[in-house]
């Protein structure tokens, strides 16, 4: 006669582990209904990003091996918190999958187009990256052209202090050596008629006292 208790219990397990993977595939197709797998996070809370920059999707089963190990413990807070809102996930055997040829092809359904929205998702980021990347690097150029024509304006202002400068001293030089060239003239004129005056005075002195 069979046990009742053991296949009670077999039949228990067994809905238990198939339920399991309707959960899977739920929260995988959520993802694709939503058209966005949720972006990897730090334990702090920030969004992981790549040695390039690039935001990192959030783990996801890609092999039907990998969707039966899954537990979450690969994903990171964001995963695990959905995990848990979705009663959590655990490993089942192939076997289990196997006996349940529906469930099978749900499972594998998810796994092509969860893959497929992955490889969409991650080129657009990618390309809003190259965009904003893009957009970055021409607001620095025209900061360093801004910043080059103000150092030209800068350094065309000085160089026309320096050469208004340059004019102005060599006026005033101009000016001084024509006023101390003159002054030279003035004292030349004035010891030519101190000499002037200084031989007429001998001579009138010589000639008065020859008359005498």
Sequence with gaps: MPNVSSNHVSVVSRERALENIRRKVRLLDLWIDDKHIPWKEAENGQTVR?????QVLEWFPRTVVEFARWTGAENSPVGRRMIKEFGGFETFGRSTLDRAQTLKESVLRVLRDVGRMAHIQAQSS???SAIESLKLAVEAER??????????VDSLSKINKLDRDLINERQLRTADIERLTQELNDVRSQNAELVARNRKSKALHVAGGRDG
């Design 50 to 54: 790549s040695s390039d920059g690039e």
């Design 126 to 128: 990618n390309r809003s």
């Design 143 to 152: 900061a360093r052209k801004q910043e080059a024509q103000r150092l030209y």
